[in-house]
C-alpha cells in the first residue's frame, strides 16, 4: 500500500466514517484507520440496537395501558427476540464488513488496527507510518468510564456494550448512573422484569438536565418497581456468584448484575496527541469552528467534547469536509444541541436549561405546563405523563432553552429546536396557531405561563 494520501482518519466512528466517505465523494485519497468496528458505537451498541431494545420495552408497556383504554391483554416478554433482532438486524453479529466495503467501494484505503500521532502530518498503525498530504482528522470517540471503586475492576460488571450483547438478562440489575444510558437501560430491562435499582450521586436523575426531567424519571421507574438511590455513592463491589454493592452509608444491596453508566471519555494518551502539542490529558481535544484542533489537523465527534450525539458528529462531519476542501460554509454552532433520553417518556432537551443559563449571567424567564392538561394529554390518558419547559433571555425575550418531555417529546422537541437555532422571538411563537389536538399545543401553554 502507498503510505501517502491526501487525508488520514484516525477512527471511523459516525464522525470518522462520514468524513471519509464524503471526501472520497469529492475525489480525495483517503486512507481510514479503525481498530474496532467501522460506524464506532451508535450502530453496534448505542443508536440502534439500545432503541431496539427500548421500542421493545414500550410495546409491553402499551399492553398493560390496554386495560385502561381498550379491553384487556396480557404479553409474555421474551427478551431472546430482542437479542436476536441486535444480532441478525442491527449488527450483523458485530460484524463490520458492509461499513468497510461501503467505504473501500468510495475509493478509500481502510486499515484495521489503533492508530497513533507522530506529528502533525505522520500516523502510525500496526508498526507502519502513514503521511497526510493534506492533513489528519480525528474521530477517534470516548469509551466508558469506570470510577474507581473498590473491587470493581476484578469483577465481571457490564457497560452498555455487555448489557446489549446479553442473550439472556439476569434477575436483578444494579445500575450505577442516573444519566441518559443508565436510565434507558434500566427501564427497558425493568420492563422484561429484571429488578432494578439505579443509584445516583447527584441529588436527581438526569442531572444535566432540568430538574422537574429527573423527577418525572424517577417517579415513572419506581412506579414500576424500580428503586432509585441519589445521593448516594458507590464505597464497595464484590462479586461472587452475584454482586455486593456497599454504599458509603452502611446500605447493601446485591443484584446478578452490576451495570456501570457513569460517562465516556476519550483515550488521548493512546491517539498520541501530546506529539502534536495537545493535552493527552484532557477530558477532550478543543477544537475551532471550522474543527480544527491544530495544524493540518481537524477533530469530529465525542473526542471533541460537545457530546456523544451522532447527529452532532454528523454535523461536524459536514464542517470539517468542507473545510479540508476550502469550500467555506457554517460554522460550528452549539446553542440549539437537541438531546433526547428516550425513556417512556422521552425527554427532549434542546438549548441551555435554567441553571446553565443563570450560571452565564442570563436573565431568564421560565414557562412550565404539564401534558396531562392538554387535550391531548387527556385523549392519551396511559402514559400521558409529561410537560413542557420554556427557559427564555428575559432581556431578549428570545427562547434559549426548552425541555419537551412526553409520549411523543423528541419529535415536540422538533419546533423547540428551531426556536432557538433560528432566534424566533417570543411574541412570534405566541402568534403561531398550534394543531388540535396534540402535545404541542403544551408549548402554548408554556408560553401563557411565561413569567
Known sequence: MDTTADVVVVGMGVGGEAVAGQLCDAGLDVIGIEGGLVGGECPYWGCIPSKMAIRAAHTLAETWRVHDLAGRSHAISDWTVVADRIRDEATTDWDDGAAVTRFTDKGGRFIRGWGRLVDSGTVEVNGDRYEARKGIVLGAGTSPVVPPIEGLASTPYWTNREALEAKELPDSLVVLGGGPIGLELAQAFGRFGVRVEIVEATDRLLPSEEPEAGELVAEILEREGGKVHLDTNVARVEYADGFSVDFEDGHKVTADKFLVSTGRKPDLKRLGVAAVDLDETAKAVAV??????????????????????????????????????????????????????????????????????????????????RIPSTPRGWIHKAGNEGFIKLVVDADGDLLIGATSAGPMGGEVLSMLTLAVHARVPIATLRQMIYAYPTFHRAVEEALADLK
Open 288 to 369: 475551532d469552528e471550522r474543527m480544527r484542533a491544530g495544524e493540518r489537523l481537524w477533530a469530529v465527534g465525542d473526542i471533541t467534547g460537545q457530546g456523544a450525539f451522532t447527529h452532532l458528529a454528523v454535523y461536524q462531519a459536514r464542517i470539517a469536509v468542507r473545510d479540508i476542501l476550502g469550500q467555506g460554509g457554517m460554522s460550528a454552532d452549539y446553542r440549539a444541541l437537541p438531546r433526547v433520553t428516550f425513556t417512556d417518556p422521552e425527554i427532549g432537551a434542546v438549548g441551555m436549561t435554567t441553571r446553565q443559563a443563570q450560571r452565564k449571567g442570563v436573565p431568564v424567564a421560565t414557562g412550565f405546563a
